[in-house]
């Protein structure tokens, strides 16, 4: 989704391709196509997504006729908290930025899943290139709060360089997050459940909550699919 009138890019779901209902490369080439040359807002609300589709919209972004800025509205989390890092960037008083591990799915015997182990590292060493970058730490500072998936309030994230200001002084909830799509979410942003849930109405809840997850599995199988070919 976008503003013309504003000139305004808003990454307001997961991050991954247009068929999975998702915001990635093919979405972000047709903003940038309707917005033509000059400074474009990207702003952030997203729990996070593929890897591969976040860095190739970083490029796209770096090569865009005009500047690039990033405001996070509520979440940047995962590959999400990537745009900040690499753009001057805002964030509202509320909003929260998280950095972990990039996560993948494997099938297949030892020697593939050391595979995918070795993979997945590759695909941290691009992620510490972009934090290092930005946060000015040791890459063994970095590899620990990856480690222990590290949440960051509007604040924390300017005192240790993840953003490079806070907007206004309000103070707004920031959006809830479904307790199992992360191992760490602060308590705080949990997304709340009643405490009486009739039974059809809760098993409608678990499957909304897990849908994202699921849509993410689907995409990764079909591209390590892909890969195989």
């Not at 989390?77 to 799915?105: C, E, G, K, T």
């Not at 000015?136 to 240790?160: C, F, H, K, N, P």
């Not at 059809?200 to 599995?217: G, P, Y």
Request: with cysteine; proline share 4%.
């Amino acid at each position: 989704m976008w503003d013309t009138s504003t000139r305004e890019i808003f990454i307001y779901s997961d991050i991954g391709p247009a068929w999975a209902d998702m915001f990635g490369t093919e979405t972000l080439m047709n903003a940038l196509n309707d917005l033509g040359s000059g400074d474009i807002t990207i702003r952030i609300n997203s729990y996070g997504g593929s890897v591969d589709e976040a860095l190739a919209m970083i490029e796209m972004l770096s090569r865009h006729d005009g500047n690039v800025s990033v405001t996070v509205d509520s979440i940047a989390a995962s590959a999400a908290s990537l745009f900040p890092a690499y753009f001057p960037s805002s964030a509202a008083p509320h909003a929260r930025i998280m950095i972990h591990n990039p996560w993948s799915m494997a099938m297949g015997d030892s020697e593939e899943l050391r595979k995918q182990a070795d993979i997945l590292d590759m695909y941290r060493d691009s992620l510490i290139t972009i934090y290092e970058s930005a946060m000015q730490m040791d890459r063994e500072a970095i590899v620990s709060l990856l480690d222990a998936e590290t949440w960051y309030t509007a604040q924390g994230a300017l005192e240790v360089n993840l953003v490079d200001n806070v907007m206004g002084s309000g103070v707004v909830a920031a959006r809830a997050v479904p307790k199992d799509r992360f191992k760490n979410v602060p308590m705080d942003l949990v997304e709340s459940q009643p405490e009486v849930v009739e039974p059809v109405v809760d098993v409608v809840k678990s499957v909304a909550s897990k849908e994202l997850t699921l849509k993410l599995q689907a995409l990764r199988l079909k591209c390590k699919l892909q890969k195989a070919l």
